[in-house]
């Protein structure tokens, strides 16, 4: 007969207990019914607080498109157990549906090697019923959030494997800064086109499956090369591309260096960023208006800097991740959200999964 050792019974209880918090924590989806849109355009400003918002209005005197939506509220952004989440807990939270721990991308917490399955994401539930997809980041491609919506692994540092299942995958467009994985020849064998400039981004047509890898790192110094594409150019020339397919598409776009910003306190540049995602924001409200089939989420991962507003001006206090919940903007199904209420960051990914037509027993949904 074999004992367990004290040290495992207290690995046990506090893994229990953590599980028991998670579900206490969790808020149940309320009983509404979406209705079914053709196109999603899910938009991510990694970093993103409500504070980075009235900072860039108060600082700049602009006028932020993300706030012209009908629909406003906030989400939750704590990670498995309750904790303040990274880019990686966060990212799969918005693309799962499912809690997970900080570090992992794509897989349930309790097994994180994913040995017994893993939670399908919003990319995969679209490919699933025709969709085409596409992932937009100013990060590289294998940075925690468009990993989130295109791999599943134990950890987000895993580039090599991040790498492969996005090359490998059925997304039909994955474009940010080079991962430094693969090179044109061997994205070339998995039949992709491979673009590292902006003219051959422009260059791609719809029945191209791309895989862009750019040099610079856009906006990190707030300085776009002559021939590397902004964040506005890469969401605009990815629906161009998407939306030619009778069952719609599912294109997610990310703005990274609010949050790379916000780690350095670096005001100015953050400011820069946000106001270069709500340009993108932009151009897919005009995309969806004119569309008018087309749902358009605006939301955060979690919140970078805990900027704080003291009596006169809004300040960083921090260089760390914060508990805070971050905006939720909607545009294009009413039913989506009530006005001003918070929810938490699974359900943004499961309502828009039933806005997709999900049924429950489709997603959140675990792949063998």
Same mark, same amino acid.
């Given at each position: 007969?074999?004992?367990?050792?004290?040290?495992?019974?207290?690995?046990?209880?506090?893994?229990?207990?953590? &599980?028991?918090?998670?579900?206490?924590?969790?808020?149940?989806?309320?009983?509404? %019914?979406?209705?079914? %849109?053709? @196109?999603?355009?899910?938009?991510?400003?990694?970093?993103?607080?409500e504070?980075h918002?009235?900072?860039?209005k108060?600082?700049?005197? &602009?006028?932020?498109?993300m706030?012209?939506?009908?629909?406003?509220?906030?989400?939750?952004?704590?990670?498995?157990? /309750?904790?303040?989440?990274?880019?990686?807990?966060?990212?799969? =939270?918005?693309?799962?549906g499912?809690?997970?721990?900080?570090? +992992?991308?794509?897989?349930?917490?309790?097994?994180?090697?994913?040995? @017994?399955g893993?939670?399908?994401?919003?990319?995969?539930?679209?490919?699933?019923?025709?969709?085409?997809?596409?992932?937009?980041?100013?990060?590289?491609?294998?940075?925690?959030?468009?990993?989130? $919506?295109?791999?599943?692994?134990?950890?987000r540092?895993s580039?090599?494997e991040?790498?492969?299942?996005?090359?490998?995958?059925?997304?039909?467009?994955?474009?940010?800064?080079?991962?430094?994985?693969?090179?044109?020849?061997?994205?070339?064998?998995?039949?992709?086109?491979y673009?590292?400039?902006?003219?051959?981004?422009?260059?791609?047509?719809?029945?191209?499956?791309?895989?862009?890898?750019?040099?610079s790192?856009?906006?990190?110094?707030s300085?776009?090369?002559s021939?590397?594409?902004?964040?506005?150019?890469?969401?605009?020339?990815a629906?161009?591309?998407?939306?030619?397919?009778?069952?719609? $598409?599912f *294109?997610?776009?990310?703005?990274?260096?609010?949050?790379?910003?916000?780690?350095? @306190?670096?005001?100015?540049?953050?400011?820069?960023?946000?106001?270069e995602?709500?340009? #993108?924001?932009?151009?897919? *409200?005009?995309?969806?208006?004119?569309? /008018?089939e087309?749902?358009?989420? %605006?939301? #955060?991962?979690?919140?970078? /800097?805990?900027?704080?507003?003291?009596?006169?001006?809004?300040?960083?206090?921090?260089?760390?991740?914060?508990?805070?919940?971050?905006p939720?903007?909607?545009?294009? +199904?009413?039913?989506?959200? @009530?006005?001003?209420? %918070?929810?938490?960051?699974?359900? &943004?990914?499961?309502?828009?999964?039933?806005a997709?037509g999900?049924a429950?027993?489709?997603?959140?949904?675990?792949? =063998?």
């Amino acid at each position: 007969m074999q004992f367990s050792s004290p040290l495992s019974k207290i690995v046990s209880i506090v893994t229990a207990f953590l &599980v028991l918090i998670s579900t206490l924590m969790a808020i149940t989806p309320p009983s509404r %019914v979406t209705a079914q %849109v053709k @196109n999603v355009i899910y938009m991510i400003g990694d970093g993103m607080g409500e504070n980075h918002l009235e900072k860039t209005k108060a600082e700049t005197g &602009v006028n932020l498109v993300m706030e012209t939506f009908p629909l406003r509220g906030k989400a939750k952004t704590y990670a498995f157990g /309750g904790i303040t989440t990274d880019s990686a807990a966060g990212g799969t =939270a918005l693309a799962t549906g499912e809690k997970t721990i900080n570090g +992992c991308i794509g897989v349930y917490p309790t097994d994180p090697l994913a040995l @017994n399955g893993y939670p399908i994401s919003l990319t995969e539930y679209a490919i699933s019923i025709g969709k085409k997809t596409g992932i937009v980041t100013t990060d590289s491609t294998g940075g925690a959030t468009p990993a989130a $919506f295109s791999a599943h692994t134990s950890s987000r540092s895993s580039n090599d494997e991040i790498a492969r299942q996005q090359v490998e995958s059925a997304i039909d467009l994955i474009w940010g800064k080079s991962a430094g994985v693969y090179d044109e020849p061997t994205t070339q064998g998995y039949g992709r086109k491979y673009i590292s400039t902006l003219s051959q981004m422009n260059e791609l047509t719809a029945n191209d499956k791309s895989y862009g890898q750019f040099t610079s790192d856009m906006w990190a110094e707030s300085i776009i090369a002559s021939d590397t594409p902004t964040l506005t150019q890469m969401t605009v020339k990815a629906i161009e591309l998407l939306d030619n397919d009778e069952e719609g $598409f599912f *294109l997610m776009v990310e703005g990274a260096h609010i949050d790379k910003h916000s780690h350095s @306190n670096n005001a100015s540049d953050m400011m820069l960023s946000l106001i270069e995602f709500d340009n #993108a924001i932009a151009a897919a *409200l005009d995309f969806a208006e004119r569309d /008018g089939e087309t749902l358009v989420i %605006v939301t #955060a991962d979690h919140e970078t /800097g805990k900027i704080t507003f003291n009596g006169s001006t809004y300040e960083y206090e921090s260089t760390s991740h914060s508990s805070a919940d971050v905006p939720l903007f909607v545009f294009g +199904c009413n039913s989506f959200i @009530n006005q001003d209420e %918070v929810i938490n960051n699974t359900q &943004v990914a499961v309502f828009t999964a039933r806005a997709m037509g999900a049924a429950p027993e489709d997603f959140p949904k675990k792949a =063998a």
